[in-house]
């Protein structure tokens, strides 16, 4: 397919780890994402792409999210029955190549209409048994990002329900309005976090490198003079809920603003297993956030960077990982 990919840093040590699999893996989407897909994102904040990965990039992304569930690290947290893991490919050879070689690079690129940059990735797993909901919450406020083009590629080696799969409200992501985050230690309660507030307001690092230490998500502070997530779970009528049943193989893109949960209360026989990589597009700048809950990917620490700046002024830590064709 027309475009440009751009091969990031990790491309030799990952084709030596991953060896199960062939060297030269398809970077295509199985199929082109149509016009009417890219404008249900734009319109709705969210759309399912059915069937664009390969089956070889299903085997790698199970083989990765295993190896990362079996070695939790300092960036693993666990949330009652949900961990979630911070930056898993750099601990994952094989998300570590999903992330430079894949399709998702591209069909993130496509969706947004520009070249795009990797920031950032998680992990999610809810093992079998019960599966709690996962709260409605919007990602915006937990990272130094600034800008309209951001999306999340979600993917799963697992079949999901829609009643426990990604869900979001339509068309949130045009509200142009950031939420405090859920997490984070509560500066009206705790005085230790009142003084980390003030540093950070006078332009300290809420999160320094030192996170890459010791880190929970209650390492960080609340900005409580953000509003509140609405109660969506309890007003569900009021609000156009979308969500699907997820088949592996499939992408999820939701914007980076978008309000968005996982269902639950249901026994499963089966684990969840998900993966979402954040992609930013030509527009996404840094934001010194004096709530901030994720640390900055490590590698952008040492370049100090200030609210205001492009991440494209960065691209040793940002290499452009998918541009379009020259000639449009």
Same mark, same amino acid.
């Given at each position: 397919?027309?475009?440009?990919?751009?091969?990031?840093?990790?491309?030799?040590?990952?084709?030596?780890?991953?060896?199960?699999?062939?060297?030269?893996?398809?970077?295509?989407?199985?199929?082109?994402?149509?016009?009417?897909?890219?404008?249900d994102?734009?319109?709705?904040?969210?759309?399912?792409?059915?069937?664009?990965?390969?089956s070889?990039?299903?085997?790698?992304?199970?083989?990765?999210?295993?190896?990362?569930?079996?070695?939790?690290?300092?960036?693993?947290?666990?949330?009652?029955?949900?961990?979630?893991?911070?930056?898993?490919?750099?601990?994952?050879?094989?998300?570590?190549?999903?992330?430079?070689?894949?399709?998702?690079?591209e069909?993130?690129?496509?969706?947004l209409?520009?070249?795009v940059?990797?920031?950032?990735?998680?992990?999610?797993?809810?093992?079998?048994?019960?599966?709690?909901?996962?709260?409605?919450?919007?990602?915006t406020?937990?990272? =130094?990002?600034?800008?309209d083009?951001?999306? &999340? !590629?979600?993917? /799963?080696?697992?079949?999901? @329900?829609?009643e426990?799969? +990604?869900?979001?409200?339509?068309?949130?992501?045009?509200?142009?309005?950031?939420?405090?985050?859920?997490?984070?230690?509560?500066?009206?309660?705790?005085?230790?976090?009142?003084?980390?507030?003030?540093?950070?307001?006078?332009?300290?690092?809420?999160?320094?490198?030192?996170?890459?230490d010791?880190?929970?998500?209650?390492?960080?502070?609340?900005?409580?003079?953000?509003?509140?997530?609405?109660?969506?779970?309890?007003?569900?009528?009021?609000?156009?809920?979308?969500g699907?049943?997820?088949?592996?193989?499939?992408?999820?893109?939701?914007?980076?603003?978008?309000?968005?949960?996982a269902?639950? =209360?249901?026994?499963?026989?089966?684990?969840? &297993? !998900?993966?979402? /990589?954040?992609?930013?597009? @030509?527009?996404?700048?840094? +934001?010194?956030?004096?709530?901030?809950?994720?640390?900055?990917?490590?590698?952008?620490?040492?370049?100090?960077?200030?609210?205001?700046?492009?991440l494209?002024?960065?691209?040793e830590?940002?290499?452009?990982?998918?541009?379009?064709?020259?000639?449009?």
């Open positions: 397919m027309n475009g440009r990919r751009q091969c990031a840093f990790h491309l030799r040590l990952t084709r030596a780890k991953t060896s199960g699999y062939p060297d030269a893996m398809t970077a295509d989407p199985l199929r082109e994402i149509t016009k009417e897909e890219i404008s994102f734009h319109r709705d904040g969210a759309v399912l792409l059915k069937g664009v990965l390969a070889e990039w299903v085997d790698l992304l199970r083989e990765g999210t295993d190896a990362a569930i079996a070695n939790p690290d300092v960036m693993s947290e666990n949330l009652g029955t949900l961990r979630v893991d911070q930056f898993p490919a750099a601990k994952s050879p094989a998300l570590q190549r999903i992330v430079d070689e894949s399709p998702l690079a069909i993130a690129g496509r969706a209409g520009s070249a940059r990797f920031y950032m990735d998680q992990l999610f797993f809810k093992p079998k048994g019960l599966f709690l909901p996962t709260p409605w919450h919007q990602d406020c937990y990272y =130094n990002l600034e800008g083009a951001l999306v &999340r !590629a979600w993917v /799963s080696p697992d079949r999901v @329900s829609r426990v799969s +990604l869900e979001v409200v339509r068309g949130s992501h045009l509200w142009n309005v950031t939420y405090s985050p859920l997490a984070g230690r509560d500066p009206d309660l705790d005085a230790d976090a009142r003084v980390m507030l003030e540093s950070a307001r006078a332009g300290e690092p809420m999160l320094g490198v030192d996170a890459y010791d880190w929970n998500y209650f390492s960080g502070v609340r900005d409580n003079s953000l509003p509140k997530v609405p109660d969506i779970e309890g007003h569900r009528d009021s609000y156009e809920i979308l699907w049943d997820y088949e592996p193989g499939d992408v999820i893109l939701f914007h980076g603003h978008i309000l968005h949960a269902g639950g =209360n249901v026994a499963s026989q089966t684990p969840r &297993r !998900a993966h979402a /990589s954040l992609w930013a597009g @030509s527009d996404v700048r840094y +934001l010194h956030r004096v709530g901030q809950v994720i640390p900055d990917p490590r590698a952008l620490y040492k370049y100090e960077p200030k609210s205001g700046q492009p494209s002024e960065f691209p830590v940002f290499p452009v990982a998918w541009s379009p064709d020259p000639a449009g």
